[in-house]
């Protein structure tokens, strides 16, 4: 099972930089002045948390809710979008007992890479949401 030790040994692998900010929570600074990434050691598990945008309050989001659902069936590799607490989120679990390097690099890359490409729709999306 992947410790916090090897947790953070991973993070310094991947030369990203990061800081603990509770027990077993950290937020990982991405390269590219990319979100901030939550990536938080809860054994059985290690949730990875991406804040994509707040969504705004009243609005027809029908047509961004069909997107992104689209998007985690056909080109979100690791992890799904989700809605927490009215943000728009990436979010990912994985299982700290068959963890590895590489796993854990290509869901934090994975959901970079999603948040980056995908950005530019999802806000036009939700903009044309609250005219509508």
């Given at each position: ?9 991973f ?16 937020i ?24 994509v ?8 989001l029908?047509e ?5 659902l ?14 927490e ?9 994985l ?7 590489p796993e854990l ?9 999603a ?10 999306l ?5 005219e509508?």
């Amino acid at each position: 099972m992947v410790t916090r030790d090897d947790l953070e040994s991973f993070l310094i692998r991947m030369d990203l930089d990061f800081n603990e900010v509770d027990d077993g929570m950290y937020i990982v600074h991405t390269p590219n002045d990319g979100p901030p990434v939550v990536v938080h050691h809860s054994p059985p598990l290690l949730l990875v948390r991406l804040k994509v945008m707040d969504l705004p309050e009243s609005s027809d989001l029908q047509e961004l809710y069909r997107t992104l659902l689209v998007w985690n069936a056909t080109d979100v590799v690791h992890g799904a979008y989700g809605i927490e607490e009215g943000d728009l989120v990436l979010t990912d679990t994985l299982e700290l007992g068959t963890l590895d390097f590489p796993e854990l690099q290509a869901s934090l890359e994975s959901m970079q890479m999603a948040a980056s490409s995908h950005i530019e729709t999802i806000k036009s999306l939700a903009a044309a949401g609250q005219e509508g």
